[in-house]
């Protein structure tokens, strides 16, 4: 029998919302699942269902210059039409163990 060496192990419940939309210019289909949880601060867990690629984002990840193009691999005309969205769906983050 395998022994893990646990470093976090916990349970909570989310919220998932499915988002599907073509953008405007570069007709690219996004297919997204945007969750929220109490953890990483209030940033929302964003996926590309098509790709499965995932990333953590709050406002302060949207800013960085060309981070969603790499993440989710688009291209630039793309990226700019999944930070407009994204920037209606991203809140603040809270720190809330402080």
């Known amino acids: 029998m395998s022994q893990f060496d646990f470093l976090s192990d916990s349970t909570e419940q989310t919220s998932t919302r499915f988002v599907c939309f073509i953008g405007e210019e570069s007709l690219h289909r996004f297919d997204l699942?945007?969750?929220?949880?109490?953890?990483?601060?209030?940033?929302?867990l964003v996926?590309?269902?098509?790709?499965?690629?995932?990333?953590?984002?709050g406002p302060d990840d949207l800013e960085e210059e060309g981070y969603l193009q790499h993440v989710y691999q688009l291209k630039e005309d793309e990226a700019n039409e999944l930070y407009q969205f994204l920037l209606l769906v991203v809140g603040p983050v809270h720190f809330s163990d402080l």
């Open 33 to 44: 699942a945007i969750t929220t949880t109490d953890r990483f601060y209030g940033k929302k």
């Open 47 to 57: 996926t590309d269902l098509q790709s499965g690629r995932t990333a953590i984002l």
